[in-house]
């Protein structure tokens, strides 16, 4: 069983680092692998529209670290997407990343079907709610199973660490992992 979290964030050590971090926490206790990307140092190139995907699974494009995210994410049994709210929504990084993956799943069906899917993010105070829906909305379209929780799966910052603050937001972190590792276990045990 094997978790990939993406973080969008244009920071290192930042808060949705932070909320993705606390849910890792909590999968590696439960004996379940874990890998962790961020685009802090990357340039995700935006879809070509090409539609040269069909057939090849991942996308033409190879001169970013696109290719190796995505081919990560189809071996996965869990994705995390994490992002900061930039302009009301995803970061631009984590949105050139969904749509290059969406265009490559249109064009190849299945390919993260059943896969269960955890969408987080960080806001200094407005628009994380369209910054969750667009991250489910992938999910969904894509044949993956949505984790909920006791509340959306947001948190208040601005500043790096702000986030350790918002304690509901950190409890609802510790909710969406046990959530997660039941949902992984139900679907997963003796189907893969
Ligand atoms: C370019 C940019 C745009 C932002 N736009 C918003 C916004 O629309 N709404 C909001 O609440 N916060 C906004 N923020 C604040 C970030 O969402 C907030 O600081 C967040 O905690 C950053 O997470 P990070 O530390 O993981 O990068 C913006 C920050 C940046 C750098």
Same mark, same amino acid.
């Given at each position: 069983?094997?978790?990939?979290?993406?973080?969008?964030?244009?920071?290192?050590?930042?808060?949705? !680092? =932070?909320?993705?971090?606390?849910?890792?926490?909590?999968? +590696?206790?439960?004996?379940?692998?874990?890998?962790?990307?961020? %685009?802090?140092?990357? %340039?995700?190139? &935006?879809?070509?529209?090409?539609?040269?995907?069909?057939? =090849?699974? +991942?996308?033409?494009?190879?001169?970013?670290?696109? !290719?190796?995210? *995505?081919? +990560?994410?189809?071996?996965?049994?869990?994705?995390?997407?994490?992002? &900061?709210? $930039?302009?009301?929504?995803?970061?631009?990084?984590?949105?050139? *990343?969904?749509?290059?993956?969406?265009?490559?799943?249109?064009? +190849?069906?299945?390919?993260?079907? !059943?896969?269960?899917?955890?969408?987080?993010?960080?806001?200094?105070?407005?628009?994380?709610?369209?910054?969750?829906?667009?991250?489910?909305? *992938? *999910?969904?379209? !894509?044949?993956? %199973?949505?984790?909920?929780?006791? $509340?959306?799966?947001?948190?208040?910052?601005?500043?790096?660490?702000?986030?350790?603050?918002?304690?509901?937001?950190?409890?609802?972190?510790?909710?969406?992992?046990?959530?997660?590792?039941?949902?992984?276990?139900?679907?997963?045990?003796?189907?893969?």
């Amino acid at each position: 069983m094997n978790v990939l979290a993406i973080n969008g964030s244009a920071r290192k050590n930042g808060n949705t !680092h =932070i909320l993705i971090n606390r849910i890792l926490e909590k999968l +590696n206790c439960a004996g379940i692998k874990t890998q962790y990307f961020e %685009f802090a140092d990357s %340039f995700i190139k &935006p879809c070509r529209a090409c539609f040269a995907c069909g057939g =090849i699974y +991942n996308c033409i494009q190879k001169d970013d670290v696109f !290719h190796t995210v *995505f081919e +990560n994410m189809k071996s996965a049994d869990g994705i995390i997407l994490g992002s &900061p709210v $930039y302009s009301a929504n995803i970061s631009a990084s984590m949105q050139a *990343f969904l749509e290059r993956s969406a265009v490559i799943c249109d064009m +190849n069906a299945g390919l993260l079907k !059943h896969k269960i899917g955890v969408g987080v993010v960080s806001a200094r105070r407005g628009g994380a709610l369209n910054a969750v829906d667009s991250i489910n909305h *992938f *999910f969904l379209n !894509h044949e993956m %199973f949505v984790v909920g929780s006791t $509340y959306w799966n947001m948190a208040y910052g601005k500043m790096e660490g702000d986030v350790l603050k918002d304690s509901e937001a950190m409890l609802n972190m510790d909710n969406i992992a046990e959530n997660m590792i039941w949902l992984l276990k139900k679907t997963i045990q003796g189907e893969r």
